[in-house]
């Protein structure tokens, strides 16, 4: 890139081109082309914007499973999912539940806790559109969450909360969701908030039969209160 800038600038304030007097047209014309041939694609890149979801179809469905399961009843009208998924450490000693003595007949794939390791290195922005529930999805954000609690979890804050969301039953968390080699084995945390003293956390192997997830193990679970 160092060269190429070299030379655009030669092109501007001589204005020639093998010893010849160039037009202004012909100047910018070469610009074009020698910008073209030095950096193919760097028109289109800057271009291009972001047209898929980090998050996978497989998680949604996984996430809209297990929402479902935990979070839904039949008086709920609105689930409020964190828009940044989480990793959770049940403890100041960076607790890893798949690491304790297996459970009989229990074995965790280690390519599961690999990738679960690797995605849940960083937070990721949720999509609502791909989650499949059967009632309304909103993404809370961190900023929302700021103007709402300041850091602060007591019974005024939450009042706030559920001024702004009536309808909801305080809002939910996930992770990222590791899977295994074979796409058989996966595990995640969810977990909610409700008001002071009440939410959970959960942290789950799941398995799939035929084209159905469904929780093998409940391996972690924190309420708070």
Same mark, same amino acid.
């Given at each position: 890139?160092?060269?190429? /800038?070299?030379?655009?600038?030669?092109?501007?304030?001589?204005?020639?081109?093998?010893?010849?007097?160039?037009?202004?047209?012909?100047?910018?014309?070469?610009?074009?082309?020698?910008?073209?041939?030095?950096?193919?694609? @760097?028109?289109?890149?800057?271009? @291009?914007? *972001?047209?898929?979801?980090?998050?996978?179809?497989?998680?949604?469905?996984?996430?809209?499973?297990?929402?479902?399961?935990?979070?839904?009843?039949?008086?709920?009208?609105?689930?409020?999912?964190?828009?940044?998924?989480? /990793?959770?450490?049940?403890?100041?000693?960076?607790?890893? *539940?798949?690491?304790?003595?297996?459970?009989?007949?229990?074995?965790?794939?280690?390519?599961?806790?690999?990738?679960?390791?690797?995605?849940?290195?960083?937070?990721?922005?949720?999509?609502?559109?791909?989650?499949?529930? *059967?009632?309304?999805?909103?993404?809370?954000?961190?900023?929302?969450?700021?103007?709402?609690?300041?850091?602060?979890?007591?019974?005024?804050?939450?009042?706030?909360?559920?001024?702004?969301?009536?309808?909801?039953?305080?809002?939910?968390?996930?992770? /990222?969701?590791?899977?295994?080699?074979?796409?058989?084995?996966?595990?995640?945390?969810?977990?909610? /908030?409700?008001? *002071?003293?009440?939410?959970?956390?959960?942290?789950?192997?799941?398995?799939?039969?035929?084209?159905?997830?469904?929780?093998?193990?409940?391996?972690?679970?924190?309420?708070?209160?």
């Amino acid at each position: 890139m160092r060269s190429t /800038r070299v030379e655009v600038k030669l092109l501007v304030s001589d204005g020639h081109i093998g010893g010849k007097v160039m037009t202004k047209g012909a100047i910018l014309l070469g610009l074009i082309v020698i910008l073209t041939v030095s950096a193919p694609g @760097a028109f289109s890149a800057r271009q @291009a914007q *972001p047209s898929s979801d980090p998050v996978s179809d497989e998680e949604y469905e996984i996430y809209s499973s297990v929402i479902k399961q935990q979070y839904i009843q039949n008086n709920t009208k609105q689930v409020i999912v964190e828009e940044r998924t989480f /990793r959770y450490d049940f403890s100041i000693d960076n607790d890893e *539940p798949w690491r304790d003595k297996p459970k009989k007949g229990l074995t965790i794939d280690q390519s599961a806790i690999e990738d679960y390791e690797a995605k849940n290195g960083q937070k990721w922005l949720l999509n609502k559109t791909s989650f499949k529930l *059967p009632v309304k999805v909103s993404l809370i954000t961190d900023l929302d969450l700021k103007a709402i609690f300041h850091g602060h979890w007591g019974e005024l804050e939450w009042i706030d909360f559920y001024r702004k969301y009536p309808d909801s039953r305080g809002f939910v968390m996930v992770s /990222r969701i590791g899977f295994n080699t074979a796409h058989t084995q996966a595990l995640m945390y969810v977990g909610s /908030r409700c008001g *002071p003293g009440c939410g959970d956390l959960h942290f789950l192997l799941l398995e799939k039969s035929g084209a159905v997830w469904s929780t093998k193990k409940e391996l972690r679970k924190k309420d708070f209160g």
